[in-house]
């Protein structure tokens, strides 16, 4: 049986009182393109920070590549994962925030190299040259020395991109990573993103843009307070949404 | 008429003089080599204060809460003459001399000072850059190092000019151990020579020099660290560098 990449089972997650989690399966297999959309405070955002744990649930599992994450299985025990464990597995998982979150005191090479000299200690020619490449794909070749102050937030985005691919993930996650861009700078960034889809990355995408899902995504998944309302192939649920709430959903933001 | 009874001569004998030079080093000595041992287990501290495990935070909260609540002289106090009862030990009675007591001390102060100094700068970065920098898969120990206090030195670096200039005013307080430094030798070469205000002049116009200096440096340091911001700010020392490297002949 064809196992998914990413497993998720049963999550539960509350903040204080408030459960934002509150029971959701979900599978997406190699390569698999999968776009979440729904409504603000819905959890998409928190179901994406669970999956690379950093956020951790409070009940439930995920299994990224057969690896459970946040515990080892020891003898039918659970386990709690070291912080180097933590740490590596997620070095697996790559992730494009809203905000970029660019290290502002490093160029935009300096940013792509960083995590593999760190963390995998790659020498430092070959993290170099690798960055430039990856830098290249992404539109951004010369750009390589310059600061993330003086690039726009669509350059920086693409550098978040690029920052995130260096250390070679099985997984990408993306959360919004068009929302906080001005209209005319989306473009790029969506390419970019449709770029890697079509290179076979597999990846999660929480976002707004409808024509991104339609066109790149195969499976849409719409949530609302916490859990998984509808679900189904990207154009069929556009097209053909079954549930209401998920019509509601629709009808604003197409 | 008003008599001023102050004597400039007296002032321009006593600035250069050895006994007023050599307490001026041992300030300067005591009050750098206290920084660094503060600001280096300063910053040791918030890290650990920011830990999320409440072992490793409540030693160090520990730590600052004591050193931050008793007055430095009572701990130079304690740390001189109070060791050296409690400890019969000659090797260490013979090695434990009042400047080593008084950097010691001063540094052990400075680091609970410090402590919360560094821990209000790595506050202060934003935690989508800690959120990134676990994403990629670096431990806390290698984002703190790489990521966030480098960036925190921007928020850290003002305060800590601050404190090492109070430290070095500070530094007269060891007097109560016995270290004369740059006020205590003015104070006594003022009541050898009945020169009072003179010698006073002289140590204020050496503190003065040396807070200066030392400002002059803070804000090249400042300015170093404005890299990769949109504005750096101009100061004394690099607009003199730049008239004197760029603009030869004008």
Redesign the interface.
Same mark, same amino acid.
């Given at each position: 049986m064809n196992e998914g990449l990413v497993r998720c089972i049963d999550i539960h997650k509350r903040f204080g009182k408030l459960e934002v989690l509150r029971g959701i399966n979900l599978e997406v297999g190699r390569g698999e393109v999968v776009v979440i959309i729904g409504p603000s405070g819905s959890g998409k955002t928190t179901l994406l920070r669970c999956i690379?744990h !950093?956020e951790v649930v409070d009940k439930g599992r995920i299994y990224v590549d057969g690896e459970l994450m946040g515990y080892q299985e020891v003898n039918g025990h659970l386990k709690e994962d070291s912080?180097?464990e933590v &740490?590596?597995k997620?070095?697996?998982?790559?992730?494009v925030?809203q905000?970029f979150? !660019?290290? $502002?005191?490093?160029?935009a090479l300096g940013n792509v190299i960083? &995590?593999p000299i #760190?963390?995998?200690k790659v020498p430092r020619k070959e993290a170099d040259a690798m960055g430039r490449e990856l830098l290249a794909k992404v539109g951004l070749a010369d750009k390589l020395q310059a600061? $993330?102050? #003086?690039l726009s937030g669509g350059q920086q985005q693409r550098v &978040?991109i690029a920052?995130?691919l260096a250390?070679q993930p099985k997984l990408m996650l993306f959360d919004e990573p068009t929302s906080a861009l001005d209209p005319e700078l989306v473009g790029e960034v969506l390419e970019a993103m449709r770029a890697l889809a079509l290179d076979g990355m597999t990846m999660i995408v929480v976002t707004h843009e409808m024509g991104f899902a339609r066109e790149v995504a195969e499976r849409i998944i719409f949530m609302d307070e916490g859990v998984i309302v509808e679900e189904g192939l990207s154009k069929e649920l556009i097209a053909n949404p079954q549930h209401q709430r998920t019509q509601t959903f629709l009808s604003k933001v197409l | 008429m008003l008599a001023i009874r102050f004597d400039l001569d007296t002032v321009g004998d006593f600035l250069f003089d050895p006994i007023i030079l050599e307490a001026l080093r041992e300030t300067l000595y005591i009050a750098l080599l206290a920084m660094v041992l503060g600001i280096a287990l300063g910053v040791i501290l918030a890290v650990m204060r920011v830990s999320r495990n409440p072992l490793v935070s409540g030693m160090a909260g520990l730590y600052v809460w004591f050193w931050r609540a008793t007055p430095v002289v009572l701990q130079l106090l304690l740390m001189y003459f109070g060791l050296r009862q409690l400890i019969e030990n000659d090797f260490f009675r013979d090695n434990w001399t009042r400047w080593r007591a008084a950097v010691i001390t001063f540094g052990l102060n400075e680091a609970a000072y410090m402590a919360e100094i560094a821990r209000a700068g790595i506050l202060s970065v934003e935690s989508g850059q800690m959120d990134a920098a676990k994403s990629l898969g670096m431990t806390n120990l290698q984002a703190m190092r790489r990521v966030i206090l480098p960036q925190a030195l921007r928020v850290i670096v003002p305060p800590t000019g601050n404190e090492f200039v109070a430290m070095l005013k500070n530094t007269s307080v060891a007097f109560a151990i016995g270290v004369v430094e740059l006020l205590n030798a003015a104070k006594i070469q003022a009541a050898r020579n009945f020169r009072v205000m003179e010698l006073y002049t002289v140590a204020a116009f050496w503190y003065l020099v040396v807070v200066s200096a030392f400002s002059v440096l803070q804000a090249e340091l400042e300015r170093r660290l404005a890299v990769g911001e949109r504005e750096r700010p101009e100061t004394l020392l690099s607009r003199a560098m730049a008239v004197l490297g760029g603009r030869r002949g004008i």
């Open positions: 690379n !950093l912080e180097r &740490a590596r997620r070095a697996s998982i790559g992730m925030f905000r979150n !660019l290290f $502002p005191h490093l160029t960083e &995590a #760190q963390v995998k600061y $993330p102050a #003086q &978040a920052r995130a250390m | -």
